[in-house]
């Protein structure tokens, strides 16, 4: 598995289904909600990314706004925990990937998304690209 797979295993690992921020959908064919975005980038060994992914949903209608952030929440909290203080290491061809909660800034955020019945929390996390493992 190369960086770019393993990035993607990870975020479609929580049940919602993710994609990377590049994909390009048919006109009218966008993805359904709940989902997540992520960024990827291909680093070399030793080096360290700082990368984004968003979670995003829609308000349901039926459901209050407050339940929508609440479960926006949680599922960011849930990432948070999978990736845990001390971070979680990827085996990729050459190296692995070692995901990291950031240092130097905050791991998730709200975030306005431009509509006002979508919903969006941006999540930080920083990616050390170790070779050899």
């Known amino acids: 598995m190369d960086s770019w797979q393993a990035l993607h295993a990870f975020w479609a690992g929580f049940d919602v289904p993710a ?14 909600y ?3 975005t992520y960024e990827s ?7 360290t990314e700082l990368l984004t992914a968003s979670l995003w949903d829609m308000i349901d209608p039926d ?3 407050t339940a929508s952030w609440a479960w926006l929440k949680q599922k960011a909290e849930e990432i948070k925990h999978a990736i845990g203080y001390g971070g979680i290491t990827i085996q990729v061809e050459g190296g692995g990937l070692w995901l990291k909660l950031p240092e130097s ?3 998730s955020r709200p975030l306005p ?3 006002d019945n979508i919903l969006r ?3 930080n996390i920083e990616v050390d690209y170790i070779g050899g493992l």
């Open 63 to 65: 459901v209050s706004q």
């Open 34 to 36: 709940p989902h997540i």
């Open 113 to 115: 998304s431009g509509e």
């Open 105 to 107: 800034s905050p791991f």
């Open 41 to 47: 980038a291909a680093g070399t060994n030793g080096n």
């Open 19 to 32: 994609y990377d921020e590049q994909t390009v959908f048919a006109e009218g064919d966008s993805p359904a």
């Open 121 to 123: 929390i941006q999540m």
